[in-house]
């Protein structure tokens, strides 16, 4: 039994002595691979030797103190330390020293080697409760520390100063009353890989000064301040797949040390950050680290151009993310979520970059920027958010575009007294309040295109002195009210698409100089566009359509300006004015509304009503009450309303001194004289007896004379240009079409012919129409008829044929060309080089034909059109002459060209003038 117990202990050990090999070669290599001028020949001798290593027996020891410069009698250097039966090789790259199998405990020293550049190998080594560090390497290089227990030392586990191209691999360090390895005072080109580094009383693994070392793989738990510290000018360094937990500091911390990569870490549990860029350490990559439950997740302060990208950051005490005083930073592909305060914060930061990052489930904002200029947030996810999506504090010149905010419990996107920035195609759905919102004094920011859906509060929001803002372009769907503007002035709202609103389309109270241009409003609970105090403002161009209250709303305005509106199919009335002053309203058009077009209520005076379109409305026109007085309603057109006006206030004018209004049941006669006003008044109804003493009369429909095209013009594939003149005293829209009405294309000034339409037509003769209508709705028409051709001419080859042979003399040749608009007829002996035009009388080039080789020969006929169509047709012949065969005669051909309904007919003509016969 004694027997097979021992041999057990042999296999194990020559099993243990296996993966040493395997190790020390991968070891060496990371050395080797750092080291310089070292030959691949060398590298295999040292691979080779590897295998001939053996365990040796086990020794406990005092200490072990190697000086290599030392020489001399009982000088303590590697060639004394080989002599000793802890330490076997050579200490060169294929022979290494190597120092194994020893226990040093309870002494002054652990083991110290200095000043040696010998290769050279410490393993299974046992360093513990010794008063200095367990390892100290001083101006070392080339060493291998492997597989050795450091624990329970007074100072460091392992000490690192001055020393290169080390491997420090697979080894135990714990409880040292220092930090676990240190790299000190440069320390450069050295691998801290696997080790297991834990409860030290300082840091897991520290580098001051040191540049270019790898720290891979190791697991660092429980130290007591951080597990990685990088700091004091350490510079490129990589910290790559570590395992980092539990530290009462911060996981990983970096301080003014540049270009460090910090790179698939696990940092988790730390009672400080997960990662800490500290001041000075610019140049950082931060790679797809996962970071839990550590108390902030990133944290970076006074750096600048780091970049953080594809880390995992969830549940920290405080933010995923905070950075202060750091700019030209980029955070891209981060996951961030379910910490405790907001996903990322930055304060006092410039010109940074958030893209493609996923924020959500934090309790406090998913993105807060404070006191920070010039920041891109672009393509983020930012949802269920216990505050808002995206916080702007006192921060401008910054872009959000394209983010998707949803969901969150205050605001999709808040900017809080901040100026100039954009928001820009962003979705901003389903948040608890707003989905966009300006707050205290925010100015001079631009939102645009942004789809804001299904929000609690207004879809978008301005408030509080937030002023001369642009509100563009913009999809707000379903909010509880679409845009609202409160105490804020100078601002634009233009081209928005609004529906669905709880309440109103646009809600504005106490507005100045406000500008309200060409949205689409439809289909709001309450008024689509409802306005209280407002003053030097314009609401303009806009459609308002289909609300369950009146389309436009004002109550308290002066010096403001509604025109160019349409507004139709409200359930009150089009447009809703009381207490409204000095204003102006023009050239709207208000139909089809179930109560009023326009109408009135409490004190109104001072306005000019004119220019309107007033249609369809199912009670009143327009509905002036009680307490309006001094209007001037003027040169408006009435049609089909339930009727078309009351007036119950007073002093209200419904003309000027030369023209009123158009009413359709009141149109003529207009004889004396003929002027363009119906000869009688028209009565107002209402109870102030007002009068139209000018109505205005039927003119007719509008006349249009059409410059060009001219009847029989004819055009190819470009469209042709037009110049027409319409009049009429009410012209309210002009169009054309080329396939008899089918398909109409309006214009406002002369031009072209739409191209597209153009190219859809068929040849051959159309009739381009004009159309004009006028305000009352009568429509004038002209038309003129032009050609659309481009069909190349047809050349048809009569004669000669394909493979016809020709000796000396040049073919004659016969073809017919078909084309309406003829231009040119020539031909080519040579594909078009060299071209002969065919004109009457032409002489056809014999001295050509009698420079080409025999063999065959193409020749082409080319026509043209004048609209620039061309063809070609080509037959080849043989040119062959016979032996013997001579010039017997002088030949003029002469060429007739006949045109027969459009038919080109070509002719050819030999005359022969025989040569007299040579004297004999």
Same mark, same amino acid.
């Not at 290169?164 to 080109?189: P, T």
């Given at each position: ?9 042999? =296999?194990?050990?020559? %099993? ?21 001028? &070292? ?24 200490? /072990? ?26 200490? =060169? ?8 199998? #020893? ?9 110290? /080697? ?6 050279? &190998? ?23 520390? %492997? ?33 676990? /390895? ?100 610019? !140049? ?82 998913? /993105? ?107 999809? #707000? ?15 634009? =709202? ?82 809703? +004015? ?147 003149? +319409? ?51 009568? +429509? ?27 000796? %000396?003399?040049?073919?004659? %040749? ?69 032996? !013997? ?13 006949? =045109? ?21």
């Amino acid at each position: 039994m004694i027997k097979k117990k021992g041999n057990k202990i042999l =296999i194990l050990t020559y %099993f243990s002595t296996f993966l040493f090999i395997l190790f020390l070669a991968s070891s060496m290599g990371d050395v080797l691979n750092n080291s310089k001028n &070292v030959s691949s020949k060398e590298i295999i001798n040292y691979e080779n030797n590897l295998k001939k290593l053996k365990n040796s027996g086990y020794w406990a020891l005092n200490n /072990i103190s190697i000086n290599d410069l030392l020489s001399g009698v009982g000088a303590k250097n590697w060639t004394w330390a080989a002599t000793q039966p802890w330490c076997s090789g050579t200490g =060169i790259l294929g022979d290494p020293y190597i120092i194994e199998n #020893v226990t040093i405990k309870d002494s002054n020293k652990g083991i110290s /080697i200095r000043n040696s550049i010998k290769y050279f &190998v410490i393993r299974n080594v046992t360093v513990y409760n010794v008063s200095t560090a367990g390892i100290i390497l001083n101006n070392v290089d080339n060493g291998v520390l %492997f597989d050795n227990n450091i624990s329970f030392n007074d100072n460091y586990g392992i000490y690192l100063e001055e020393s290169n191209y080390n491997n420090i691999k697979e080894n135990s360090l714990s409880n040292n009353a220092d930090n676990g /390895i240190g790299l000190m005072d440069g320390s450069n080109n050295n691998t801290i890989k696997e080790n297991i580094i834990k409860n030290n009383t300082i840091h897991g693994i520290s580098l001051e000064g040191s540049n270019e070392n790898s720290i891979e793989g190791n697991t660092v738990n429980n130290n007591t301040a951080m597990g990685i510290s990088i700091a004091f000018q350490s510079n490129n360094n990589t910290i790559s797949e570590n395992i980092v937990n539990n530290g009462l500091w911060d996981g990983i911390y970096i301080q003014n040390s540049a270009n460090s990569k910090v790179l698939g870490n696990n940092i988790t549990y730390n009672s400080g950050d997960g990662i800490f860029l500290s001041s000075g350490s610019s !140049g950082t990559f931060v790679k797809e680290n996962n970071l839990y439950f550590n108390n902030i997740g990133i944290h970076l302060f006074a750096n600048v151009n780091n970049t953080i990208k594809d880390n995992t950051i969830n549940n920290s005490t405080y933010d995923g993310i905070y950075l202060d005083n750091c700019n030209f930073t980029r955070f891209i592909g981060n996951i961030i979520h379910d910490n405790t305060q907001s996903g990322i914060y930055m304060g006092s930061s410039n010109n940074n970059t958030l893209y493609d990052n996923i924020i959500k489930s934090n309790d406090y904002w998913g /993105i807060r920027i404070m006191n920070s200029n010039s920041v891109t947030i672009k393509e983020n996810l930012i949802e269920d958010n216990t505050r808002d999506g995206i916080n702007i504090y006192s921060s401008n010149k910054s872009q959000l575009l394209s983010n998707s905010v949803n969901n969150n419990s205050q605001n999709g996107i808040e900017l809080w007294r901040s100026y100039r920035n954009t928001i820009s195609d962003n979705i901003a759905n389903f948040n608890i309040d707003y989905g966009i919102v300006l707050d205290t004094s925010s100015s001079y920011n631009y939102i645009k295109g942004n789809f804001i859906y299904k929000n609690s509060g207004s879809g978008i929001e301005l408030m509080d002195s937030s002023n001369n803002n642009t509100i563009e372009a913009n999809i #707000v769907i379903d909010n509880r009210i679409g845009i609202d503007l409160a105490d804020s002035d100078g601002n634009v =709202i233009i081209e928005n698409i609004i529906n669905g609103s709880l309440y109103e389309g646009i809600n504005m109270g106490n507005v100045d100089y406000t500008k309200v241009i060409g949205n689409i409003v439809y289909n709001n609970t309450r008024e689509g566009i409802y306005i209280n105090d407002i003053r030097n403002s314009i609401i303009s161009e806009n459609i308002v359509a289909n609300n369950t209250q009146d389309g436009i709303y004002i109550s308290v305005g002066n010096f403001t300006k509604v025109i160019g509106n349409i507004v139709y199919n409200n359930t009150k009335t089009g447009i809703f +004015i009381e207490s409204f002053y000095n204003s102006l309203i023009a050239e709207n058009t208000v139909y089809n509304n179930l109560m009023h077009g326009i109408s009135t209520n409490e004190q109104n005076a001072n306005n000019n009503v004119t220019r309107n379109i007033i249609r369809d409305n199912s009670e009143k026109g327009i509905y002036l009450t009680s307490l309006t007085f001094d209007n001037l309603i003027w040169e408006n057109i009435f049609l089909r309303n339930g009727k078309h006006a009351v007036d119950d206030g007073s002093n209200n004018n419904w003309n000027i001194t030369t023209i009123g209004n158009y009413w359709d049941n009141h149109t003529g006669p207009d004889t004396f004289p003929n002027d363009g006003i119906v000869d009688m008044s028209y009565d107002i109804g209402g109870t102030a007896g007002s009068i139209d003493y000018f109505p205005i009369a039927e003119d007719g429909v509008p006349s249009i004379t059409i410059n060009s095209p001219s009847g029989g013009d004819v055009f190819s594939s470009i469209a042709p240009s037009f110049d027409v003149i +319409i009049t009429d005293n009410f012209l309210d829209s002009m169009w054309y079409s080329i396939d008899g009405g089918l398909n109409n294309y309006t214009f406002t000034a002369n031009g072209t012919v739409d191209q597209t339409a153009w190219g859809a037509i068929s040849d051959g003769a159309l009739i381009l129409t004009f159309y004009a209508s006028d305000l009352p709705g009568n +429509i004038g028409t002209a038309g003129v008829s032009i050609i659309k051709d481009t069909s190349a001419p047809i050349i048809i080859i009569n004669s000669p044929t394909d493979g016809e042979e020709f000796g %000396f003399h040049v073919p004659l %040749f016969n073809i017919s060309v078909i084309d309406d608009q003829l231009d040119t007829i020539w031909y080519s002996f040579d594909g078009g080089l060299t071209n002969y035009i065919i004109t009457n009388n032409t002489i056809l080039d014999q001295t050509t034909w009698t420079a080409l080789p025999e063999g065959n020969v193409i020749i082409t006929f080319y026509a043209n059109d004048t609209l620039g169509n061309e063809a070609s047709e080509s037959v080849m012949v043989i040119k062959s002459i016979p032996a !013997g065969e001579q010039d017997a005669s002088i030949i003029i051909i002469i060429i007739v060209v006949s =045109i027969i309904s459009s038919v080109a007919v070509v002719t050819i003509i030999y005359v022969f003038i025989k040569k007299r016969a040579t004297p004999s």
